[in-house]
């Protein structure tokens, strides 16, 4: 019992490890993009691929990651996806171009999108019926690792060089790869989680519904994780200011993820926390807007907290219109899969704008237009209207 104890604690350290590791890759980026572009002369619409790439493959690899257990194993893609962070922000120092910078976000995204496929697997399998607690503190140590690297990189930058900001993230990428390599589980033998989704969900209108809805929310995580420093420093805020400010942002991001977590199931009618999640984020876009300096913290923590709620709640609310455990893993591979392809497209258009006009306010009116649809899209997740039923057509509905 004993030894049990020691591994399953020893796992629950390298999770976290783990966890800790799958955002610094795309956080630094933001609170260094200053000096990043004034040293290899990287667009806007290039910087914006940096992170646009990585979260279009997290919801590729989504979607494909029953596929990518066959091909890789569930251990040893894990092991190979922390391998590729560690390489891609070790290089990051290496050859600190233009190009490479993009090609070190393609490494970088593909190791994390296959941790974050895979890992949830074993998750589900280690920790049994206390899986929600362990999932818990994996996406909070997700969200941890964008705190600390945020907070972190234009300190490091300052009191040595920005490609050190960028790539010391590579060693604890690799005291992850060792703690892998110490528990390496075993290879799951059942594994819901990753249904594939099948043909007829994507017949489904209401299957789409939470897709976008969950790609809307998601969205603006990356909007804000890419852009939010760069528009504080062109303002005249440091980067150690700025990089602060997302810091507030992400924390509150986590806390407001860890109480939603623990009061949810009190709460029928789930639109009441849609609501009130859509309209911090809404109240937070309009002082950024208007008042961007005079708002900045207060702005910051509502900012979190619209972002965090609307993550867990945008699964919770996807896996109510399931009946079965396996059809709610497939109804969260495909929200979270086709949703992360979306979300992506948020950073790519503000760095367009940012090319086109110098300026992100553009960026931040387009978030509050799509915080309106979200508003919309809320109202249709009646708890008396929670399935997933196929379109009927005009003759089906003639009949009943």
Known sequence: MTRSRTSLALFSVAI???????????????????DMQAHTGLSNTAASLLTTIPV????????????????FGVSRGILIGLIAIALACAARVIHPQSFSLILTAIVAGFGIALVQALLPVLIRQRYASKAGSAMGFYTTAIMGGALIAGVSA??????????????????PALLAVALWWMVWPAEPVSVPSTAEVSSSLLRLPRAWLLMVFFGLG??????????????????????????SLLGVVTLSEVCVGLAVSAWIDRIRDRRIALYAAISSLLISLILLITIPIAAAWPMAVMLGFG?????PLSLIVAMDHADSPQRAGEIVAFAQGGGYILAALFPFIAGIVRQQF???????????????????????FSPDDCHLRPRQSPRQSTRQ
């Open 16 to 34: 976290i490890a783990i966890g800790l590791n799958l955002r610094p890759a795309l956080a630094t980026i933001g609170p260094l993009l200053d």
């Open 56 to 71: 279009i493959l997290m919801g590729v690899f989504g979607l494909l990651a029953a596929r990518l257990r066959m091909l």
């Open 154 to 171: 234009p300190h490091i930058a300052t009191l040595s060089d920005w490609t050190i900001a960028l790539s010391v993230w590579a060693l």
């Open 218 to 243: 998601t969205g603006a995580y990356a909007l804000v994780l890419a852009w939010l420093p760069p528009y504080y420093t062109a303002l005249g805020w440091s980067p150690a200011q700025a990089g």
């Open 307 to 311: 972002i965090g709620a609307l993550f």
């Open 358 to 380: 110098s300026d992100l306010t553009g960026a931040w009116i387009f978030m509050a237009l799509a915080s309106l649809v979200m508003f919309a899209i809320a109202r249709r």
